[in-house]
């Protein structure tokens, strides 16, 4: 993980006066999201303590619970098989979020509350790297990171399940030609890139408090807006506001897919194909683009504070 | 070109003002001590310096505005803002790699030159070293820097002597040359009388006293005066007496070393002397002076 730093022969004395312009513009960054991946581990073990238990879930499972999947049942077989699946990997998108939450919360208040912000100002990275590097970690890093788990545990569970299909019942030649895994795989990444879109409002807003609050910055981000919506039911009777909030945090799935067949039928939210997928509906929604203007907002108000932040 | 250069140097807040119209000129090679009671604004005009803060007045630092500035600064300026900021989480060989990383003067063998010579492992985390060891990979980072203004502000506050001792030799010997500048604010100013070049009094916002050493040492004088000779010695109007061990000790301004001489002891005074004579002049402004 070394090369990195040698790629760029600065120390060359021909190379000296045009090494710092040439630098300016990526190594920061790279160097400061490396950063925060030293600093919070969680990033990838949180994800990966969570496609372990998965995987022990699954195993136990497939163990001692062979019946079930032999019991014949109403749902589509292809349905049936696949719903360990799409549970497994909407469980590690979940984990995704959890950790972005809580590391947007920190991600400029850890910083200031332990003083390293003076060591970190001392250096020559701007502002703008800073606050972007670490935008970049639920927007950019998690959802790549948990994609490639995503597609590992899958594959992993698809080899368990042909090592235990004596005990299942199920044929290894029909669990790997009914599985659609490939096509799943292909899902959970654009459901990761749709919901992170989707949710960088959210993520600028977290981040912005992160840099503002002196402390609680759980409460400062929560309860204003719990407040608001208090405020509008009582005052107006009505929840405009919270259904906003309710957009913002489901809204994307009626907009990045399509649950219903081409007769009309509702399809099995648990499947979802590749068919299912209207990234074109999604990307003109107006509302994704509002929300990634706010964002833009949000994060260079959080890059003009921390300019005026100190150590708490 | 001046390295720092400010005038009029202004910084609120609120209803207290904690620099008040500070003109300032610091050339290349000096090694100018900030030295001034709590409270006196030093590190609030270090930190207008350093692009932490926002001012009032003209500041310019290597040409360049800091505060609008800083990211660009920082190449060529450093700074040890205080012993303990070095994140707790951070290995010592990641600090290394993150620097090399983001520093384009960041000579990364020299540090590691300098760490050889201490007991600090580069496995180890920030959190799991003394004090004293965490002064040092800062100043290890530091050194290894190729800056032209390095910033200390309390730099070796709450190390044992041993530390502040090797910390100023270090500076000097390995880091100080005639290119450099380097602005330190300390309230140890017995250990930097002999490193400075350049002495500052700041004192509620205002510089009181600004000189070479040069001009310190030929412009100052303590006079530990005979008895019988005492009267003669205040008709020279001294700007500073006090008593030690039944012996009045006076502290003259510009006064001629011959003339002092036949009236007793003369010597060079303390930089703490001279700003206890200095402040207290100033009408109880020295109440809080931590010297």
């Known amino acids: 993980m070394n090369t990195p730093s040698n790629a760029v022969p600065e120390s060359s004395l021909n190379s000296q006066a045009i090494a710092p312009a040439a630098m300016s513009a990526t190594r920061p960054m790279y160097w400061s999201v490396r950063r925060e991946l030293w600093e919070n581990r969680s990033i990838y073990v949180a994800p990966l303590a969570a496609a372990a238990v998965v995987l022990l879930g699954f195993l136990i499972g497939q163990m001692y619970m062979p019946h079930t999947m032999r019991e014949p049942a109403e749902m589509d077989p292809a349905h049936q098989l696949a719903m360990p699946y799409s549970h497994a990997a909407w469980l590690l998108?979940?984990?995704?979020f959890i950790v972005g939450v809580f590391y947007s919360l920190d991600a400029l208040h850890g910083e200031r509350r332990d003083r390293s912000i003076l060591f970190w100002k001392s250096l020559p990275v701007s502002d703008l790297t800073t606050v972007l590097s670490k935008a970049s970690i639920p927007l950019v890093v998690l959802p790549l990171l948990v994609s490639a788990i995503i597609v590992v545990t899958l594959l992993i569970m698809l080899l368990l399940s042909t090592a235990f299909q004596p005990l299942t019942g199920v044929g290894a030649s029909t669990l790997w030609a009914r599985l659609p895994l490939f096509q799943m795989e292909l899902v959970q990444i654009y459901s990761l890139a749709v919901l992170a879109l989707w949710h960088a409002p959210l993520y600028g807003w977290l981040l912005?408090?992160?840099?503002?609050?002196?402390?609680?910055?759980?409460?400062?981000?929560?309860?204003?807006?719990?407040?608001?919506?208090?405020?509008?039911?009582?005052?107006?009777?009505?929840?405009?506001?919270?259904?906003?909030?309710?957009?913002?945090?489901f809204g994307f799935a009626s907009d990045a897919f399509s649950f219903t067949g081409p007769d009309g039928v509702p399809l099995d939210p648990h499947l979802i194909l590749l068919t299912q997928l209207t990234p074109g509906k999604f990307l003109s929604t107006p509302g994704l683009w509002l929300g990634l203007g706010v964002t833009a907002a949000l994060l260079a108000a959080a890059v003009r504070l921390r300019r005026y932040r100190g150590p708490i | 070109m001046a390295y720092i250069e400010a005038r009029g140097l202004r910084k609120?807040?609120?209803?207290?003002?904690?620099?008040?119209?500070?003109?300032?000129?610091?050339?290349?090679?000096?090694?100018?001590?900030?030295?001034?009671?709590n409270g006196a604004g030093k590190t609030t005009a270090l930190n207008a310096i350093l692009g932490l803060t926002s001012y009032q007045g003209e500041l310019r630092v290597l040409g360049r505005d800091p505060w609008t500035e800083r990211d660009q600064l920082m190449r060529d300026v450093s700074f040890i803002a205080d012993v303990a900021v070095l994140p707790r989480w951070i290995k010592v060989s990641q600090a290394l790699e993150y620097v090399a990383g983001v520093h384009p003067r960041f000579d990364r063998a020299k540090a590691e030159g300098f760490l050889a010579k201490t007991n600090i492992r580069s496995a180890s985390k920030v959190r799991e070293l003394s004090k004293g060891m965490v002064a040092q990979l800062h100043l290890a980072l530091v050194m290894a820097i190729d800056a032209k203004l390095l910033v200390l502000d309390e730099p070796t506050l709450g190390l044992d002597i041993l530390y502040r001792k090797q910390f100023y030799d270090s500076l000097l010997n390995d880091y100080f040359d005639r290119s450099r500048t380097i602005v330190v604010t300390t309230h140890q100013v017995e250990e930097v009388q002999n490193v400075l070049t350049d002495l500052m009094f700041i004192n509620r916002g205002r510089i009181v006293l600004n000189c070479s050493m040069e001009e310190f040492e030929s412009r100052y004088l303590e006079l530990m005066v005979n008895s019988e000779h005492l009267a003669a010695a205040r008709a020279l109007r001294p700007i500073h007496e006090r008593q030690v061990l039944g012996r009045s000790i006076l502290l003259f301004d510009g006064v001629d070393r011959q003339q002092l001489a036949a009236l007793g002891d003369v010597r060079t005074p303390s930089i703490a002397d001279l700003f206890v004579a200095v402040l207290g002049n100033q009408g109880g402004a020295a109440q809080g002076a931590a010297l």
């Open chain 1, 93 to 96: 998108m979940l984990t995704a």
């Open chain 2, 12 to 37: 609120v807040f609120g209803a207290t003002i904690a620099v008040d119209g500070v003109d300032l000129r610091v050339e290349e090679g000096r090694i100018l001590g900030l030295i001034g009671p």
């Open chain 1, 208 to 249: 912005l408090v992160s840099g503002w609050a002196r402390r609680a910055t759980f409460l400062w981000a929560v309860l204003p807006v719990l407040a608001i919506c208090a405020f509008e039911f009582i005052a107006f009777h009505t929840s405009y506001f919270g259904s906003l909030l309710k957009n913002r945090l």
